[in-house]
Protein backbone atom coordinates (compact mmCIF):
# COMPACT_ATOMS: atom_id res chain seq x y z
CA UNK A 1 0.00 0.00 0.00
CA UNK A 2 1.10 3.63 -0.75
CA UNK A 3 1.10 7.15 1.34
CA UNK A 4 -1.36 9.81 0.55
CA UNK A 5 0.76 12.40 0.65
CA UNK A 6 1.32 15.57 -1.66
CA UNK A 7 4.43 17.32 -2.16
CA UNK A 8 6.00 20.60 -1.41
CA UNK A 9 9.54 22.38 -1.83
CA UNK A 10 10.85 25.96 -0.73
CA UNK A 11 14.24 27.34 -1.58
CA UNK A 12 17.60 26.12 0.60
CA UNK A 13 16.44 22.64 1.44
CA UNK A 14 18.23 19.67 0.47
CA UNK A 15 16.18 18.17 -2.27
CA UNK A 16 16.45 14.77 -1.09
CA UNK A 17 13.80 15.60 1.84
CA UNK A 18 9.98 16.79 0.58
CA UNK A 19 7.70 18.36 2.68
CA UNK A 20 3.92 16.41 2.85
CA UNK A 21 1.27 18.83 3.40
CA UNK A 22 -1.48 16.30 3.52
CA UNK A 23 0.31 14.60 6.31
CA UNK A 24 1.45 17.13 8.42
CA UNK A 25 -2.16 18.81 8.16
CA UNK A 26 -3.69 15.27 9.13
CA UNK A 27 -1.01 14.27 11.81
CA UNK A 28 -1.07 18.03 12.91
CA UNK A 29 2.87 17.92 12.77
CA UNK A 30 5.12 18.97 10.03
CA UNK A 31 6.35 15.84 8.43
CA UNK A 32 8.43 15.39 5.71
CA UNK A 33 9.60 12.44 3.30
CA UNK A 34 13.16 11.27 1.57
CA UNK A 35 13.26 8.38 -1.06
CA UNK A 36 17.11 7.41 -0.92
CA UNK A 37 18.89 4.63 -2.99
CA UNK A 38 21.52 4.03 -0.37
CA UNK A 39 20.96 5.56 3.15
CA UNK A 40 24.69 7.18 3.20
CA UNK A 41 26.03 9.04 5.86
CA UNK A 42 25.48 12.16 3.75
CA UNK A 43 21.84 11.35 2.62
CA UNK A 44 21.09 10.91 6.67
CA UNK A 45 23.38 14.49 7.47
CA UNK A 46 20.98 15.85 4.47
CA UNK A 47 17.76 14.60 6.47
CA UNK A 48 18.72 15.55 9.63
CA UNK A 49 19.47 19.07 8.24
CA UNK A 50 16.21 19.11 6.55
CA UNK A 51 14.43 18.71 10.01
CA UNK A 52 16.19 21.46 11.35
CA UNK A 53 15.46 24.02 8.18
CA UNK A 54 12.13 22.88 7.86
CA UNK A 55 10.87 22.32 11.57
CA UNK A 56 10.24 18.84 10.79
CA UNK A 57 9.16 16.71 13.18
CA UNK A 58 8.82 13.18 11.14
CA UNK A 59 10.58 12.07 7.59
CA UNK A 60 9.71 9.03 6.27
CA UNK A 61 12.58 7.57 4.51
CA UNK A 62 12.44 4.54 2.06
CA UNK A 63 15.69 3.41 0.58
CA UNK A 64 17.33 -0.41 -0.16
CA UNK A 65 16.67 -3.69 1.76
CA UNK A 66 20.13 -4.96 0.28
CA UNK A 67 22.21 -2.00 1.75
CA UNK A 68 23.90 -3.38 5.20
CA UNK A 69 26.33 -0.36 5.25
CA UNK A 70 22.94 1.62 5.19
CA UNK A 71 21.09 -0.33 7.91
CA UNK A 72 24.17 0.66 10.34
CA UNK A 73 23.89 4.33 9.20
CA UNK A 74 19.99 4.07 9.98
CA UNK A 75 21.06 2.70 13.77
CA UNK A 76 23.14 5.24 14.31
CA UNK A 77 21.68 8.16 13.48
CA UNK A 78 17.95 7.29 15.03
CA UNK A 79 16.05 6.26 12.14
CA UNK A 80 13.32 3.77 13.08
CA UNK A 81 12.93 0.97 11.29
CA UNK A 82 8.90 0.38 10.36
CA UNK A 83 8.15 -1.52 7.38
CA UNK A 84 9.02 -3.71 4.69
CA UNK A 85 7.90 -2.39 1.34
CA UNK A 86 7.32 -5.20 -0.83
CA UNK A 87 6.11 -4.72 -4.72
CA UNK A 88 4.24 -7.23 -6.56
CA UNK A 89 3.30 -7.13 -9.93
CA UNK A 90 1.89 -9.28 -13.32
CA UNK A 91 0.89 -8.45 -16.68
CA UNK A 92 -2.81 -8.02 -17.38
CA UNK A 93 -5.18 -9.77 -19.35
CA UNK A 94 -9.14 -9.98 -19.58
CA UNK A 95 -11.24 -12.43 -17.39
CA UNK A 96 -13.24 -15.20 -19.09
CA UNK A 97 -15.86 -15.10 -16.54
CA UNK A 98 -17.77 -12.43 -15.16
CA UNK A 99 -16.33 -10.72 -12.34
CA UNK A 100 -18.61 -10.02 -9.10
CA UNK A 101 -17.68 -6.28 -8.42
CA UNK A 102 -18.72 -3.13 -9.32
CA UNK A 103 -17.36 0.69 -9.73
CA UNK A 104 -17.95 2.84 -6.59
CA UNK A 105 -21.06 4.83 -6.15
CA UNK A 106 -20.98 8.60 -4.28
CA UNK A 107 -23.76 6.94 -1.68
CA UNK A 108 -20.52 3.94 -0.73
CA UNK A 109 -18.52 6.32 0.68
CA UNK A 110 -19.50 6.23 4.40
CA UNK A 111 -19.23 2.59 4.54
CA UNK A 112 -16.45 1.95 2.79
CA UNK A 113 -14.49 4.65 5.59
CA UNK A 114 -15.88 2.80 8.23
CA UNK A 115 -13.77 -0.14 6.51
CA UNK A 116 -11.08 1.82 5.96
CA UNK A 117 -10.80 3.28 9.77
CA UNK A 118 -10.29 -0.33 10.79
CA UNK A 119 -8.30 -2.53 8.34
CA UNK A 120 -4.57 -1.13 8.01
CA UNK A 121 -3.38 -1.98 11.35
CA UNK A 122 -0.54 -3.34 9.06
CA UNK A 123 0.74 -0.28 8.09
CA UNK A 124 3.86 1.44 8.99
CA UNK A 125 1.66 4.64 10.76
CA UNK A 126 0.32 2.62 13.46
CA UNK A 127 4.03 0.24 13.59
CA UNK A 128 5.50 3.65 14.26
CA UNK A 129 3.76 4.01 17.66
CA UNK A 130 3.81 7.55 17.94
CA UNK A 131 1.14 8.70 15.64
CA UNK A 132 -2.00 8.07 17.45
CA UNK A 133 -4.04 5.33 16.48
CA UNK A 134 -7.25 7.35 16.13
CA UNK A 135 -5.38 9.78 13.39
CA UNK A 136 -4.14 6.60 11.60
CA UNK A 137 -7.82 5.64 11.25
CA UNK A 138 -8.94 9.10 10.02
CA UNK A 139 -5.87 8.88 7.25
CA UNK A 140 -7.43 5.78 5.88
CA UNK A 141 -11.06 6.86 5.82
CA UNK A 142 -9.88 9.95 4.05
CA UNK A 143 -7.97 8.13 1.67
CA UNK A 144 -10.46 6.14 0.42
CA UNK A 145 -13.06 9.03 0.24
CA UNK A 146 -10.31 10.73 -1.67
CA UNK A 147 -9.86 8.10 -4.11
CA UNK A 148 -13.70 7.45 -4.36
CA UNK A 149 -14.01 11.22 -5.40
CA UNK A 150 -11.69 11.23 -8.04
CA UNK A 151 -7.98 10.81 -6.95
CA UNK A 152 -7.88 7.57 -8.19
CA UNK A 153 -8.82 5.98 -11.66
CA UNK A 154 -11.21 3.62 -10.27
CA UNK A 155 -12.75 2.23 -7.24
CA UNK A 156 -14.04 -1.07 -7.36
CA UNK A 157 -16.82 -2.43 -4.73
CA UNK A 158 -17.78 -5.69 -3.57
CA UNK A 159 -21.33 -6.01 -2.21
CA UNK A 160 -22.42 -8.78 0.49
CA UNK A 161 -25.83 -8.94 2.47
CA UNK A 162 -27.12 -5.56 0.34
CA UNK A 163 -24.64 -3.34 1.23
CA UNK A 164 -20.71 -2.29 0.40
CA UNK A 165 -18.18 -5.20 1.80
CA UNK A 166 -15.19 -4.05 0.66
CA UNK A 167 -13.47 -2.37 -1.97
CA UNK A 168 -9.89 -1.67 -4.05
CA UNK A 169 -8.82 1.94 -5.41
CA UNK A 170 -6.69 1.94 -8.63
CA UNK A 171 -3.81 4.36 -9.72
CA UNK A 172 -1.56 4.46 -12.33
CA UNK A 173 2.19 4.37 -12.27
CA UNK A 174 2.42 5.02 -15.86
CA UNK A 175 0.94 5.16 -18.95
CA UNK A 176 1.79 1.11 -18.93
CA UNK A 177 1.24 0.24 -15.19
CA UNK A 178 -1.94 0.49 -13.49
CA UNK A 179 -1.65 0.00 -9.66
CA UNK A 180 -3.41 -1.26 -6.55
CA UNK A 181 -3.62 1.22 -4.09
CA UNK A 182 -6.12 0.20 -1.13
CA UNK A 183 -7.58 -2.85 -0.65
CA UNK A 184 -10.00 -4.20 2.35
CA UNK A 185 -12.90 -5.81 2.98
CA UNK A 186 -15.41 -6.03 6.22
CA UNK A 187 -14.18 -8.40 8.55
CA UNK A 188 -17.76 -9.71 8.95
CA UNK A 189 -17.62 -10.80 5.61
CA UNK A 190 -14.20 -12.05 5.24
CA UNK A 191 -13.48 -15.82 3.40
CA UNK A 192 -16.27 -15.22 0.93
CA UNK A 193 -14.17 -14.43 -1.71
CA UNK A 194 -14.39 -10.94 -1.74
CA UNK A 195 -11.04 -9.88 -1.74
CA UNK A 196 -10.23 -12.50 -4.81
CA UNK A 197 -13.30 -10.96 -6.46
CA UNK A 198 -11.79 -7.39 -6.09
CA UNK A 199 -8.00 -8.82 -7.45
CA UNK A 200 -9.40 -10.32 -10.21
CA UNK A 201 -11.66 -7.39 -10.84
CA UNK A 202 -8.57 -5.15 -10.49
CA UNK A 203 -6.76 -7.33 -13.30
CA UNK A 204 -9.26 -6.67 -15.63
CA UNK A 205 -10.48 -3.60 -15.18
CA UNK A 206 -6.46 -2.49 -15.83
CA UNK A 207 -6.19 -4.74 -18.86
CA UNK A 208 -9.66 -3.53 -20.25
CA UNK A 209 -8.15 0.54 -19.42
CA UNK A 210 -4.86 -0.38 -21.42
CA UNK A 211 -2.30 -1.26 -18.81
CA UNK A 212 0.14 -4.16 -19.61
CA UNK A 213 1.02 -4.49 -16.04
CA UNK A 214 -0.50 -3.50 -12.67
CA UNK A 215 1.27 -3.41 -9.36
CA UNK A 216 0.76 -3.68 -5.81
CA UNK A 217 2.64 -2.53 -2.53
CA UNK A 218 1.66 -4.37 0.54
CA UNK A 219 3.99 -4.53 3.93
CA UNK A 220 6.16 -7.36 4.69
CA UNK A 221 4.28 -8.27 7.76
CA UNK A 222 0.96 -8.94 5.96
CA UNK A 223 1.64 -12.26 4.74
CA UNK A 224 -2.36 -12.88 3.99
CA UNK A 225 -1.89 -9.87 1.24
CA UNK A 226 0.57 -11.79 0.07
CA UNK A 227 -0.49 -14.96 -0.57
CA UNK A 228 -3.83 -13.59 -2.21
CA UNK A 229 -1.74 -11.67 -4.85
CA UNK A 230 0.52 -14.55 -5.46
CA UNK A 231 -3.08 -16.61 -6.01
CA UNK A 232 -3.51 -14.22 -8.87
CA UNK A 233 -0.22 -14.54 -10.70
CA UNK A 234 1.20 -11.61 -8.65
CA UNK A 235 5.36 -12.18 -8.30
CA UNK A 236 7.55 -10.21 -5.91
CA UNK A 237 9.61 -7.34 -7.69
CA UNK A 238 10.91 -4.97 -4.95
CA UNK A 239 12.06 -5.21 -1.73
CA UNK A 240 12.65 -2.13 0.15
CA UNK A 241 12.76 -0.72 3.92
CA UNK A 242 10.54 2.16 5.74
CA UNK A 243 12.61 4.04 8.16
CA UNK A 244 10.68 6.93 10.64
CA UNK A 245 12.98 9.66 11.56
CA UNK A 246 11.97 11.93 14.33
CA UNK A 247 14.49 14.30 15.44
CA UNK A 248 13.34 14.49 19.00
CA UNK A 249 14.15 11.08 19.57
CA UNK A 250 17.34 11.29 18.11
CA UNK A 251 18.46 14.64 20.23
CA UNK A 252 17.76 12.60 23.72
Excluded at 15 to 26: C, G, N, P, Y
Excluded at 146 to 151: D, S, T
Amino acid sequence: MRSATSGSTSPGRPAIVTVLEWDSALFGRRVGRAIVPRLTLSAAQDITRACAAEALECVYVLTASDDAAGARVAEAHGFHFVDVRLTLARATSRSAVDVRVRASRPEDVPALQAIARVSHHDSRFYFDGRFPDERCDELYAAWIANACRGRAKTVLVADADGRPAGYLSITSGSADEGQIDLLAVDAAVQRRGLGAALVAGAVDWCAAAGFRTISVVTQGRNVGAQRLYQRHGFMTTAFELWYHYWPSDASR
